[in-house]
């Protein structure tokens, strides 16, 4: 064997030992990002919460969301929709959906509203919630002004007849859902919320909500657990 082609050999092997320990080191960076794990009553935790599915569920699905936030309104008509079928309709688990005001004003007054039109009618706060999101501009940008009172108003008369316009244009006045909105901070400080959405399956944090895969495989696991 010459000389060279030995250096050659000790520069693979070293190159493929560096590569080995870089993958090594990303993969145990990431399982540990993806095992953040909360601790979470989730027959207690949500309480009054809007939620998806039964509420009996094993497994519960938290989204933290805020109406103001394109990636927010991506997952609700593009994950939502497959999460629900999967695992929602079957009973196998709930999705709640709490609050995240981080795009100020605009994010407060859906949410007010949409706390609201829960309290009246459960039901119908579904429909509220998903015809927010469509309203939500498409390639919004942040500072583009989308949400106000009336166009909210506008949204409950298209869409929620059973809604009464009038006790809920007082109760967006009155912020009367506003205790509701410090409980659902009270979670995103709980689960250290910096984007949105967050996702979380029985108390572990997704590092990204738009793994599917991750999500399946974290609601298998847990009904697994509860076997
Ligand atoms: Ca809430």
């Given at each position: 064997?010459?000389?060279?082609?030995?250096?050659?050999?000790?520069?693979?092997?070293?190159?493929?030992?560096?590569?080995?320990?870089?993958?090594?080191?990303?993969?145990?960076t990431n399982s540990q990002k993806a095992a953040q794990t909360v601790a979470?009553?989730?027959?207690?935790?949500?309480?009054?919460?809007?939620?998806?599915?039964?509420?009996?569920?094993?497994?519960?699905?938290?989204?933290l969301g805020d109406y103001k936030c394109p990636s927010c309104k991506y997952?609700?008509?593009?994950?939502?929709?497959?999460?629900?079928?999967?695992?929602?309709?079957?009973?196998?688990?709930?999705?709640?959906?709490?609050?995240?005001?981080?795009?100020?004003?605009?994010?407060?007054?859906?949410?007010?509203?949409?706390?609201?039109?829960?309290?009246?009618?459960?039901?119908?706060?579904?429909?509220?919630?998903?015809?927010?999101?469509?309203?939500?501009?498409?390639?919004?940008?942040?500072?583009?002004?989308?949400?106000?009172?009336?166009?909210?108003?506008?949204?409950?008369?298209?869409?929620?007849?059973?809604?009464?316009l009038k006790k809920l244009e007082q109760d967006i006045d009155n912020q009367?859902?506003?205790?509701?909105?410090?409980?659902?901070?009270?979670?995103?400080?709980?689960?250290?919320?910096?984007?949105?959405?967050?996702?979380?399956?029985?108390?572990?944090?997704?590092?990204?909500?738009?793994?599917?895969?991750?999500?399946?495989?974290?609601?298998?696991?847990?009904?697994?657990?509860?076997?």
């Amino acid at each position: 064997m010459s000389k060279s082609s030995t250096l050659n050999r000790k520069l693979v092997i070293f190159t493929t030992v560096i590569v080995m320990l870089m993958l090594g080191l990303f993969l145990m960076t990431n399982s540990q990002k993806a095992a953040q794990t909360v601790a979470v009553d989730n027959q207690k935790e949500f309480e009054n919460q809007p939620f998806w599915g039964n509420a009996d569920a094993p497994v519960t699905i938290v989204e933290l969301g805020d109406y103001k936030c394109p990636s927010c309104k991506y997952w609700t008509e593009n994950i939502f929709p497959q999460l629900k079928q999967d695992f929602l309709d079957s009973g196998k688990a709930k999705l709640v959906y709490v609050n995240v005001l981080f795009h100020g004003e605009e994010s407060t007054l859906a949410s007010l509203a949409a706390e609201s039109v829960f309290a009246q009618d459960p039901e119908a706060y579904k429909v509220f919630h998903k015809e927010v999101y469509a309203k939500q501009p498409e390639q919004t940008n942040h500072d583009s002004n989308w949400v106000t009172k009336e166009v909210l108003l506008d949204i409950a008369k298209t869409h929620t007849p059973s809604i009464d316009l009038k006790k809920l244009e007082q109760d967006i006045d009155n912020q009367t859902a506003k205790p509701q909105l410090e409980i659902d901070n009270t979670l995103v400080e709980k689960f250290k919320v910096e984007k949105t959405p967050t996702v979380v399956v029985n108390g572990t944090i997704l590092e990204d909500p738009f793994d599917y895969d991750m999500i399946t495989s974290l609601v298998n696991k847990a009904l697994e657990g509860k076997k």
